[in-house]
């Protein structure tokens, strides 16, 4: 069964940074196109960050520009979103999720068809 496990979760206050990590089991990187979602309370999941198949793609949410790094690492099969200069809005749960319908980075949330159980980023001082 595929699935995807993320951690580096946590509290952080404003200005600070997190690393999230995402780890298949059961399959490789190497296959699919990789999304970072998230849900605040009360909103629908919306894309942060989404990845190409190759790694050499990548695209970013307009509110994450310039402060979130994704990045594909298929030699130790994990993808990492590193977040900096968070802010009390970056606040939810995250998720990281696999396509193969795509091998570009696209963050199209019904496309994503494996999903990880989430991982809480509170930011708050």
């Known amino acids: 069964q595929l699935q995807l496990v993320e951690s580096g979760g946590g509290w952080v206050q404003p200005g600070g940074s997190l690393r999230l990590s995402c780890a298949p089991s059961?399959?490789?990187?190497?296959?699919?196109?990789i999304g970072w979602f998230r849900q605040a309370p009360g909103k629908e999941r919306e894309g942060v960050s989404c990845i190409s198949r190759s790694g050499r793609s990548k695209n970013y949410a307009d509110s994450v520009k310039g402060r979130f790094t994704v990045s594909k690492d298929n030699a130790n099969n994990t993808v990492y979103l590193q977040m900096n200069s968070l802010k009390p809005e970056d606040t939810g749960i995250y998720y990281c999720?696999?396509?193969?319908?795509?091998?570009?980075?696209?963050?199209?949330?019904?496309?994503?068809?494996?999903w990880g159980q989430g991982t809480q980023v509170t930011v708050s001082s």
């Open positions: 999720a696999a396509t193969i319908r795509t091998i570009q980075a696209l963050c199209v949330r019904a496309w994503y068809d494996y």
């Open positions: 059961g399959f490789t990187l190497d296959d699919y196109s």
